[in-house]
C-alpha cells in the first residue's frame, strides 16, 4: 500500500514561482470533471456546458445549496476552474489531481489580478464569466492534499493568485474539450 505524502507549508512556499509562470493570455483546459455524486469523479475528455446545468451530470445542479430570492439557483458557483500549476506542486500523483474537486484544470493565471470578477473567458466554443464567490478549500481539501495545502492556498498571496481556484458561471452554453484554449475575452 503506498502513502500519499504531504508537502510542508515550507517546501509549497518554495514552489510557489512555479505556479507564476502559467500563461496570461492563452492557456490550456487540461482536465474535464464532472461531481455526479460525493466522492465520485468522472473525467471527461469533452463535455457541454449549459446556463442551466453548468456541467451537465455535476451535482452542483442538484446540491447547490446557495439560492437566488427567486429560488432559482444560484449560478454563480456554478463552475470551479483551478490551476494545474497549483496541483502539480500539491501533488507528485497526477491521478490525484479530481480529488481537488474542481470542474476544470487549465493551465493559466487565475489570480485576481489576471481574472477579476466580471471578466470573461472563452472556453472551446463556450464563455464563463469569473464570479466574486471567493473559493477556498475545505476539509476535504485537507485531507485529501494536507492541511499546509490548505494554509497554503488560504494564505494572503495564495488568495491574490487563487491558488485554490476560482467560481465562475456559463454566460455562453457550449462544447469543451481537454486541449482547448482557455483565452480572455
Do not use: Y
Amino acid at each position: 500500500m503506498s502513502t500519499v505524502r504531504h508537502f510542508s507549508l515550507e517546501e509549497l512556499n518554495l514552489r510557489l514561482p512555479e505556479i507564476r509562470t502559467a500563461p496570461a493570455d492563452r492557456g490550456q483546459l487540461v482536465q474535464i470533471i464532472a461531481r455526479p455524486v460525493t466522492e465520485q469523479r468522472e473525467l471527461r475528455e469533452r463535455s457541454e456546458v449549459t446556463l442551466e446545468a453548468g456541467l451537465p451530470g455535476d451535482r452542483w445542479a442538484n446540491t447547490c445549496s446557495r439560492k437566488l430570492p427567486d429560488g432559482r439557483l444560484n449560478p454563480d458557483s456554478q463552475i470551479t476552474i483551478m490551476n494545474t500549476r497549483c496541483l502539480a506542486i500539491l501533488t507528485e500523483d497526477r491521478d490525484r489531481w479530481p480529488l481537488a474537486g474542481d470542474n476544470l484544470l487549465v493551465d493559466f493565471d487565475l489570480s485576481e489580478t489576471n481574472l477579476p470578477a466580471g471578466q470573461h473567458v472563452k472556453i472551446g466554443g463556450a464563455i464563463l464569466e469569473i464570479t466574486p464567490h471567493p473559493h477556498t478549500g475545505c476539509s476535504k481539501f485537507s485531507s485529501r492534499f494536507g492541511m499546509d495545502a490548505l494554509k497554503f492556498v488560504n494564505s494572503p498571496e495564495g488568495k491574490k493568485l487563487r491558488l485554490r481556484g476560482l467560481h465562475a458561471q456559463v454566460v455562453q452554453a457550449g462544447s469543451l474539450a481537454v486541449g482547448d484554449c482557455i483565452e480572455k475575452i
